[in-house]
């Protein structure tokens, strides 16, 4: 078993910035790569960044390239989502997830966390 803990959301205005964090625990060597989705009002569930511990590659939505950066505190296995110059079309609630392959689809993914609410108003 896996636990996810997200933490770090909130309001903030157009071009302001937020760091998401998600702390693991549990089994957490059994899941090797982390990554962070939102799910929008009335919209599917979308790839936003993730982590591979192994390799350390990590990848970033098209939308959210330049503007968003996945990290990972190997110490405290704690992971980040540093998010700057946040757009009203950014607000949603970020879920942080667990899994074994380095999948930009929810379904790649088995352990979940209860998600954050991101809200950029304009």
């Known amino acids: 078993q896996v636990q996810l803990l997200e933490s770090g959301g909130g309001l903030v205005q157009a071009g302001g910035s937020l760091r998401l964090s998600c702390a693991a625990s549990g089994r957490t060597f059994s899941r090797p790569v982390m990554g962070w989705f939102r799910q929008a009002p009335g919209k599917e569930r979308e790839f936003v960044a993730l982590?591979?511990?192994?390799?350390?590659?990590?990848r970033h939505a098209d939308s959210v390239k330049g503007r968003f950066t996945i990290s990972r505190d190997s110490a405290e296995n704690t992971m980040y989502l540093q998010m700057n110059n946040l757009r009203p079309e950014d607000t949603a609630v970020y879920y942080c997830?667990?899994?074994?392959?380095?999948?930009?689809?929810?379904?790649?993914?088995?352990?979940w966390g209860q998600g954050t609410q991101v809200t950029v108003s304009s």
């Open positions: 982590f591979s511990r192994g390799s350390g590659y990590t």
């Open positions: 997830a667990a899994g074994t392959l380095a999948a930009s689809t929810p379904g790649g993914y088995d352990y």
